[in-house]
């Protein structure tokens, strides 16, 4: 995602990560066809979305939250139409592993 120069961090995702975002995604694909109005914008503003999240993590990620189940771990708040999601990470060194995310209404990673 983001490669380390300078004081940089390398932002890294797990498949678990990936595959939550890919349920995100199909959410929304579901959501929006269900809809009276559909936008056919929203998955690629979603992607958008998250794209500008890793960038924030490549070069600020210890702004986030600490996560409140998982003292070790951060979280990041992906502000998306009138919701979002939630990212899980950890800080490695230099490195930002994702490792989960949900729905901003869900209660907690699965």
């Known amino acids: 995602m983001s490669g380390q120069s300078g004081n940089r961090y390398r932002v890294l995702a797990t498949a ?3 595959e939550d975002i890919g349920r995100l995604e199909d959410f929304i694909v ?3 066809l269900a809809s009276h109005t559909p936008d ?3 998955l690629f503003r ?3 979305a998250v794209e500008k999240a890793m960038a924030i993590l490549s070069f600020a990620p210890h702004t ?3 996560c409140e189940a998982h003292r070790g771990f951060r ?3 992906i502000p998306f ?3 979002g999601c939630v990212a899980l990470f950890a800080i490695r ?3 930002v592993v994702l490792l989960a995310a949900r729905d901003q209404h869900e209660r907690d990673y699965r």
């Open 16 to 18: 678990t990560f990936q």
């Open 40 to 42: 056919d914008t929203c």
């Open 30 to 32: 579901e959501r929006e």
């Open 46 to 48: 979603f992607r958008d």
């Open 93 to 95: 060194d230099f490195d």
């Open 64 to 66: 986030c939250r600490r």
């Open 81 to 83: 139409g009138h919701g």
């Open 75 to 77: 979280e990041l708040v």
